[in-house]
Each structure stands twice: as structure tokens, then as C-alpha cells.
């Protein structure tokens, strides 16, 4: 099992979810953060001064899915969030060793 992080822009979240959904893709987990990465952020005037606003607003997507899956499912991701822009996001693949449904004991990929 795999577990798939990804850091995406918030515009793109019902894509990303409508397109996981679609390619059997179930539960995840989805969280405001913000940060910076190639961006920088941007700067802005307000009533007269300049502001730099350098962590900007974004969403992680987080999924655990079977090994054999996991390659569709980084796909999937990729295609609904890109835009073609700076800012489009992360991908980040994390092994999973165990999991565990606290509800039935079920463990591994029968967890899922």
C-alpha cells in the first residue's frame, strides 16, 4: 500500500475528487494549508503600501491505496489538477506498512 500526498490548488479540488471518484478511488482525506515553493507568493498594494504575500493558499489531497493501483491513481491526480501554470502542485508517494479499519479489525489492503 501506498499512501498519495498531494498539494494542489484549491480551484482544482472537485476535479481531483469527481476524477478519483470516477476511477474507483474511495475515501480520502482533504486539508486547508498554505505554503511556497517555486512561486515565491506575490506582492500587493493595499491603501497605499506593499505587502508580500509569500505562503500561499493550497489543499492537500491525501488517498491510500493497493500497490497495484497507485500508478492510475498518481495519474489521475496529475491530469485533474494541472493546469499548465506555476503553482499546479506536489505529488509525494509514502509506503504504508500496515492499516488497520478500528470498526472490524480488518487490516492491510482489506482496511481500504
Known sequence: MVRI???IRPSKLDD???ALSEAGVVGM????????????????????SEYT??????????????DDKAEGAIETIA????????GDGKIFVIPVADAMRIRTGERGADAL
Do not use: M, W
Not at 29 to 48: H, K, L, M, N, P
Not at 79 to 86: D, N, Q, S
Open 5 to 7: 500526498e498531494a498539494v
Open 16 to 18: 481531483v475528487r469527481q
Open 29 to 48: 482525506s482533504v486539508a486547508d494549508i498554505r505554503g511556497c515553493g517555486r512561486q515565491r507568493g506575490f506582492t500587493e498594494r493595499y491603501r497605499g
Open 53 to 66: 504575500i509569500n505562503l500561499l493558499h493550497k489543499v492537500r489531497v491525501e488517498v491510500v491505496v493497493p
Open 79 to 86: 491530469a485533474a489538477a494541472r493546469t499548465g501554470e506555476v
